[in-house]
């Protein structure tokens, strides 16, 4: 075991008690054999990636990007890694602007936000590392989405974490996002990086220092809150919010970084569920927020009923459990998958912690759900007599899936949420 995950065991004991330590231990060395190897693109990519570029550029496709990296006294040989992987960049339709001011993280990056003359402006902190086609990744998802007539404000990318020893770079602890999630952003900052956001709308919002060490995260809300202006379905607004489902930011782990451990920034942790809080005040959403057991992971209370408080949402659901405490079902994907299958009463899903978080579901299941009542009358006739009832009424697992998949169809096709709630727990069966 390393040193921080003993400082996590031991931060993560003190306020949850031995047992629920145990366990988050546990699961921690569980996830970790599985094996991650961080493939980086052949050389023959990178030339069909800077073919591409150039098509682009001469078709005035290719958005010009701003990286912006905020930079207060870095070991030389870490803004040497960052500055070099900038350069080694497939994609050249990019300017590098190092801000070095001082006031602090949010006061530094709008330093630099404010000096940035691209379309877009992506994120990259003094001490990490970029993949060698990431502008170029993001860069195709832009031009992808206004193909189909969708003007992105936000595209984030998957990451994982780097640490250097015996003189070789280790990838390890992969981050595979979901899609764009609003519920799970407010469960946590699960976006993260690499992050890139309209540079009109950025140079608007930009950071605020009252929420340092979680400036990124309060930046995230804030622009889910301009989306909702502007798109009057939430699931337009989602639209806008773009995920590229590759590894394109290596976020480096050493003792004085959140990547080593969040322990190491607990104001950090407070700021993240301010923001949150301020998130929803603005949106006149009556709550509270309080921190879940696992560090910088939240729960959102909502005081009123819930559809009342959040007209976005079309149902509420949660999840199914076997004798034995495992989860058996709940949360579905769109074909059928059930996420989170067989795991363990305790565990949280590894380490994003997601199943311990409340979320947006493409479906949920139909013997522990609840749906918003003027919505009833959407659900097909043939239908409607399978809603709360029981999992031995069904004639097997995926039968009950495929018509809870039905009737949440019909719910979002209406242009409405769906939201998992993790704590709402009935008994199943395999």
Not at 143 to 168: F, M, Q, T
Not at 360 to 382: C, F, G, Q, Y
């Given at each position: 075991?390393?040193s ?32 991650y ?11 069909e ?21 905020p ?23 990019y300017e ?76 390890f ?6 899609d ?8 946590n ?6 992050t890139?956001?309209?540079?009109g ?22 622009v ?8 009057e ?45 301020a998130?929803?005040r ?22 009123e009923?819930?559809?009342a ?81 029981r999992?031995?009424d ?14 949440c ?16 727990e ?5």
């Amino acid at each position: 075991m390393q040193s921080a995950d003993i400082k996590k065991t031991i931060d993560y004991a003190r306020r949850n008690g031995l047992a629920a330590a145990y366990a988050a231990a546990r699961e921690r060395l569980e996830d970790r054999r599985s094996p991650y190897v961080y493939e980086v693109p052949s050389e023959a990519e990178l030339e069909e990636q800077r073919e591409q570029t150039a098509v682009w550029t001469r078709a005035g496709q290719a958005p010009f990007i701003s990286v912006v990296v905020p930079a207060w006294e870095t070991p030389q040989g870490y803004y040497d890694a960052m500055a070099a992987s900038v350069r080694a960049q497939s994609y050249d339709r990019y300017e590098l602007i190092v801000s070095r001011e001082p006031g602090g993280i949010s006061a530094n990056t709008n330093a630099g936000i404010g000096r940035a003359a691209g379309e877009y402006i992506a994120l990259l902190d003094h001490d990490d590392v970029l993949a060698p086609d990431a502008l170029f990744r993001m860069a195709e998802a832009v031009i992808r989405a206004r193909e189909n007539g969708i003007r992105p404000l936000l595209v984030y990318s998957d990451e994982d974490k780097l640490r250097e020893e015996d003189g070789r770079t280790l990838y390890f602890a992969p981050n595979r996002k979901p899609d764009f999630n609003y519920d799970h952003l407010l469960s946590n900052n699960y976006i993260c990086h690499l992050t890139m956001i309209e540079a009109g709308l950025m140079k608007r919002l930009q950071m605020r220092s009252a929420y340092d060490g979680a400036q990124d995260h309060d930046l995230f809300l804030r622009v889910c809150g301009e989306a909702m202006r502007e798109e009057e379905d939430p699931l337009r607004a989602d639209a806008r919010f773009l995920h590229v489902p590759r590894v394109l930011y290596h976020w480096r782990s050493h003792e004085a970084s959140t990547a080593e451990s969040g322990a190491n920034k607990a104001y950090a942790h407070d700021a993240g569920k301010r923001a949150v809080e301020a998130h929803l005040r603005e949106r006149g959403i009556p709550c509270a927020v309080e921190e879940l057991a696992h560090r910088g992971f939240l729960r959102v209370h909502y005081f009123e009923d819930i559809f009342a408080s959040r007209p976005d949402l079309g149902a509420i659901g949660g999840k199914l459990v076997d004798r034995r405490g495992r989860m058996v079902g709940g949360l579905y994907t769109a074909a059928g998958e059930i996420l989170f299958d067989g795991l363990k009463r305790g565990w949280s899903g590894g380490y994003t912690h997601r199943a311990a978080c409340q979320q947006d579901a493409e479906a949920v299941d139909l013997t522990n759900i609840r749906i918003r009542p003027e919505l009833l009358s959407e659900i097909p006739a043939e239908l409607k007599p399978w809603i709360h009832a029981r999992a031995e009424d069904f004639s097997d697992r995926v039968n009950r899936v495929e018509k809870s998949i039905a009737v949440c169809n019909a719910i979002r096709a209406q242009g409405y949420r769906i939201l998992w709630d993790p704590l709402l727990e009935e008994k199943g069966r395999r």
